[in-house]
């Protein structure tokens, strides 16, 4: 069973950093996009950021653009997400996603994931909480 495991949330300070982690449980993962999501309450799942298979492309949203970076470990099959300068909108459950490899035969499709990332990155994780606040 693919699966996806968040770390790193937590309470941070407005100005504050974080780094979120997500191992994957197959390494199959590496050939894949993955990204994050996250869900404020009362609110809507965000599409936040994403990177290739090969980490040649990113994409971030116009909100974290310049605070948020990520990056992958193929070694570990993990995807991290460094947060800088927090703000108390940040505040929000962070999920990990990634395509599935098993709707994917023949490789990643970054087009595809860019068009209509809440349909491609369709594995999740459980999620992890970070608070922003002083």
């Known amino acids: 069973q693919v699966q996806l495991v968040e770390n790193g949330g937590g309470l941070v300070q407005p100005g504050g950093s974080l780094r979120l982690s997500c191992a994957a449980s197959?390494?199959?993962?590496?050939?894949?996009?993955m990204g994050w999501f996250r869900q404020a309450p009362g609110k809507e799942r965000e599409f936040v950021t994403a990177i290739s298979s090969t980490s040649a492309d990113t994409y971030y949203a116009t909100s974290v653009k310049g605070r948020f970076t990520i990056s992958r470990d193929y070694a570990k099959n993990t995807v991290y997400l460094q947060m800088d300068n927090l703000k108390p909108e940040d505040t929000a459950v962070y999920y990990c996603a990634a395509e599935d490899p098993r709707h994917h035969l023949y490789g990643s499709i970054w087009d595809a994931v860019m068009e209509n990332p809440y349909r491609y990155l369709e594995v999740w994780g459980q999620g992890t909480l970070v608070t922003v606040s002083s």
């Open positions: 197959e390494r199959t993962f590496n050939g894949y996009a």
